[in-house]
């Protein structure tokens, strides 16, 4: 379980790929972040639930299978990219962000960047099997962060990103055009899923 509150940015130091459907990132950790790893623990890469199956120091190994190559914007990453991280959340930790399960649903594209002063929109294209969970106002998980939706219209949302945001995530380096992995708000789905299954049944 993860809470959408990214602890640092690492780097991709090395892929190994022995096979087309199959790689091992190895991820340089920010200072901190390696602390009393073990092997076996969970980091969420961009947003994405990831076992850790090796320690080096800073340096630790992901596995990542065809699943996660092709659902996810892990797959089209390089060595010396940057990817967003959180430590899996302990019971007791503070919820800052909402719960997340780190299983993206899906990729997007940035399609627009609005920037004013303090604060920076960002438009992404909608997913038409996503429509009914992306909301005004609810969460989403984008990249591994947990925002809040702003505008929706039919092909789009929004999210409005504070400096800090910018800081501490890719979102101060991603521009239009980029990838995005998406995790909508496992609440929200449940109670669309119950109400359209009810509104379904009661239509026959």
Known sequence: ?????????????????????????IVELPEGLA?????????????????????????????????????TNLGRLKTGDVVNLERAARFGDEI???VMSGHVMA???????????????????LPEALKPYILTKGFVGLD?????????????FNVHLIPETLRQ?????????????????LQTQAVVDTVMRVMAQQAV
């Open 1 to 25: 379980m993860f809470t959408g509150i990214v602890q640092g940015m690492g780097r991709v130091v090395d892929i190994l790929q022995p096979a087309a459907d199959f790689r091992t990132h």
């Open 35 to 71: 602390d009393n790893l073990q092997i076996g623990a969970s980091v969420a890469n961009n947003g994405c639930c990831l076992t850790i199956t090796r320690i080096d120091g800073r340096r630790v190994s992901f596995d990542l299978m065809a699943e996660t190559l092709e659902k």
């Open 96 to 98: 800052g962000g909402h």
């Open 107 to 125: 990729t997007t594209e940035i399609t627009r960047i609005d920037e004013s002063a303090h604060n920076r929109t960002v438009w992404f294209a």
């Open 144 to 156: 591994g962060c947990s925002l809040t939706v702003g505008d929706v219209s039919d092909r789009g």
């Open 169 to 185: 995530t890719l979102f101060g380096s991603r521009k239009a055009g980029d990838t995005v992995n998406i995790e909508i708000d």
